[in-house]
């Protein structure tokens, strides 16, 4: 498949046409590969997850999934990506829990692009790591979709697994979505099966909460991140905001200020609620969240989670803030 979108290639908005693709691509992938095995890192993602379902769907255990875990993930990711594709796809699925491996090498280190550069190193040298142990994989297979390619060039192939060292030779690339954008991908993976929370995954960056829990990252306030992230995810889902809202999450800064837990002084950190909109996320509108439903977030964060006394929402758009913090 080229890397340019043809312009009489129909936009995949129904079942039907999600079908169509699905079979075409199903063959293609057959043709290229054969009974060949493929590698794919498996973030848990919109792109990779609807990747690893039409491969596992093309040629089942010749998939070999790579998930690595950062401790950088979400509350309940690593676990859904296990169920889904482990338990209930029978996916020949490698699950490396490399929290301690992360952290360690991120402690202390506060400057964001530092932080960034670590994790992007990091995962590249575990990926680098289980591809060595696998001697018979012949191809690498990736979640590049449109946008990559327009935004690298439509020659210049977009490589989301990059700084692979020479030595570990792959036949080729699968990229079985590159010609499909985002809206495209969901409808794909709506029909591949794939969990609504799954397909409908916000957007997140791939240092992960790294860029959310800002400064040099500790593992308890990376906790108190996590599980603040939870109660608004799990609260914007009960008050139907999921899939209408672009992006939103929390930040749990490096600093702590003072207030009364239980009639008791304390020194905790705040919390900070980011919900943007936006199209093409060069600029973002903030989302009007009901104040009841906002009150409801601010005492469920103060009252379950440790080491938070204070939840702030951030009212600032694109520009002239940026949508992460980091």
Not at 254 to 275: H, T
Not at 298 to 309: A, C, Q
């Amino acid at each position: 498949m080229a890397d340019v979108r043809p312009e009489s290639m129909e936009r995949i908005t129904t079942p039907e046409l999600a079908k169509a693709f699905i079979d075409e691509q199903v063959e293609a992938v057959k043709k290229q590969v054969g009974d060949k095995k493929v590698l794919l890192a498996l973030s848990g993602g919109v792109d990779s997850s609807v990747v690893a379902a039409l491969l596992i769907k093309a040629i089942g255990k010749n998939l070999v999934c790579v998930h690595v875990n950062h401790g950088l993930l979400r509350k309940g990711e690593p676990e859904q990506v296990i169920e889904v594709f482990k338990n209930q796809m029978d996916a020949n699925l490698i699950y490396i829990d490399a929290t301690d491996r992360f952290l360690d090498k991120l402690a202390g280190v506060a400057e964001p692009e530092k932080k960034r550069k670590i994790i992007g190193e990091e995962f590249i040298r575990v990926f680098e790591e289980e591809a060595r142990k696998l001697q018979d994989v012949d191809f690498l297979a990736q979640g590049t979709i449109y946008p990559d390619i327009l935004e690298s060039g439509p020659v210049k192939a977009h490589h989301n697994v990059g700084g692979l060292p020479e030595d570990i030779h792959f036949e080729g690339l699968v990229e079985p979505i590159k010609l499909l954008f985002k809206d495209e991908v969901r409808v794909i993976g709506r029909e591949l099966g794939l969990p609504t929370g799954m397909v409908e995954r916000q957007p997140f960056p791939g240092p992960g909460l790294g860029v959310r829990c800002t400064g040099a990252i500790t593992r308890d306030r990376l906790e108190a991140l996590r599980e603040s992230d939870a109660i608004l995810r799990e609260e914007f889902a009960k008050a139907g905001l999921e899939g209408k809202v672009w992006q939103y999450f929390t930040i749990v800064p490096d600093y702590k200020s003072v207030g009364v837990k239980n009639g008791l002084r304390s020194f905790e950190w705040p919390c900070i609620i980011r919900a943007v909109n936006t199209k093409d996320a060069m600029t973002a509108t903030i989302e009007e969240i009901p104040y009841s439903l906002l009150a409801k977030i601010v005492s469920r964060i103060t009252s379950e989670v440790p080491g938070i006394n204070r939840v702030l929402y951030d009212l600032t758009p694109k520009p002239t803030g940026t949508i992460e913090w980091e």
